[in-house]
């Protein structure tokens, strides 16, 4: 392959003195009591093994710091070292290969507009675009458009880790895949080899799950490390495959009287989509990239951002479909079609084929977590917000529960998100420390329902520190203890995201 190389314009730097990394030592979870003793920015993978080295001789616990884009405290050291990947912002493109290789360090949409450039496409969409790519692949980063291409595992095709006693892991996809009895074994570039015993559990019937190692018979030894936390080793350098750029897109936000005409809508536009990826793909059918829901709730708030919405409307769609110039009118009046025979309102809804007013939708998308945030500081108090997903043919169900508990709360709340993948985020907005206290029960019933409908307790934002018991609920002791024996393959001495996962007593 013949890569074209952004060159990275940092250097190495150890900071001792508290005052000088107070930012890393949080994450947008807001969890408190971060703290650690140094934090080292490394400049190559080559520093990164140094430092693991002497970190796992003493036992040393490290954080490995990212952006710090997550939510569920997964950056947040608690003791130990904090090492930063910022500086490993390498990109080289390839454009012929449709493959682009990254330092950890490196910036969502750097990487984007470098594919972009190029006229390729790199799919993965989380809402922050500012995370970085180790983050994205230790968390197995989705979004919106995860409905049609998947999360981040979809695209990544190597993988160069750092394990805890600084010896370096080189893997590709293909190369490692489990035997007939379940059973992995990996040498590293120093000649030492690492087995380890594919798990047993079940994963729940989800389009999306980051609840845990993943698993699957054969499994490929990639797909372990991608949304393992950084639990198992440090992600220092990445390749990832790339797209065509789509030529054109067109988007939609529409706008219902009654939710079931809306849930009805929904239905068409899944079984459309599913069943133009089940033909033959040169037919370029109808097949939304996206699919995001808005409750009447959310209008309300983004109503104050986006002063035209319509008002007493049940809910809102956002959706995409990307064109061709031969196609596009043939794919506008299918979409017109369905809509029109859903009772979508044509005439207060939003649609266009232009960029400026698609980035215009995506503001409107964006302006929900903005009001959100502006009435929670109002009133001093923390947001709760669930990340669960169900089965699609339990996602009414769900539905139906998340709108009676929350009505019933008599909480503010808003219910949005990805409702092509049945992965709703419902975020409970209380004024005061009864209604905090009232949230967080409401919190721990979604979970249990969740559960109850084989679902999974974390579809996008991972487990982290703040998770990790209702991972436990979710997977019970056998096979929390399944995934320990991976850890402790890779960090035998528990040194990688201490906290993450896992309580201590399993890799103790």
Known sequence: MSFSKIEPISKMQIKVRTEEFQD??????????????????????????????????????????????????????????????????????????????????????????????????????PTEWSCQIGGTIATNASGARSFKYGATREFVEALTIVLANGDVLNIRRGQNISDSDGIIELTTDSGAVVKFKVPSYIRPNVRKNVSGYFNKEPLDAIDVFIGSEGTLGVITECELSLLEKPEGFFSGIVFFHDLADLMSFVDAAKKMSFETRSADPDLNGADASLIEFFDANSL???????????????????????????????????WNDTLEKHNADLDVSWFTTGEADREKMREFRHALPVSVNERIAKYKQKKVGTDMAVPDDKFRNFLKFYKEAFNHSDIDHVIFGHIGDSHLHANLLPKDAAEAAKARHLYGRCIAQTIMLGGTVSAEHGIGKLKRHYLYVMMGERYMNEMAEIKRAFDPKGILGRGNMFDEKYIG
């Open 300 to 334: 309300r708030f983004i109503h104050e951002k986006f002063p035209e919405t319509p008002e007493n409307m049940a809910g809102a769609i956002f959706f995409e479909q990307e064109t061709a110039a031969e196609t596009e009118d043939e794919l506008l009046e299918k």
């Open 24 to 125: 890393y030592l949080s994450d947008a979870s807001n969890m408190p009591g971060g703290n650690a003793e140094r934090l080292f920015l490394p400049e190559s993978t080559a520093d990164v093994a140094e430092i693991l080295r002497e970190a796992y001789e003493k036992g040393t616990a490290i954080t490995i710091s990212g952006a710090r884009t997550g939510t569920v405290g997964g950056a947040i050291p608690f003791g130990g070292s904090v090492v930063s990947l910022e500086r490993l912002n390498n990109i080289e493109l390839d454009k012929n290969a449709k493959r682009i290789k990254c330092g950890a360090g490196s910036i969502l949409i750097d990487v984007q507009k470098a594919a972009e450039a190029a006229g390729l496409f790199y799919p993965p969409d």
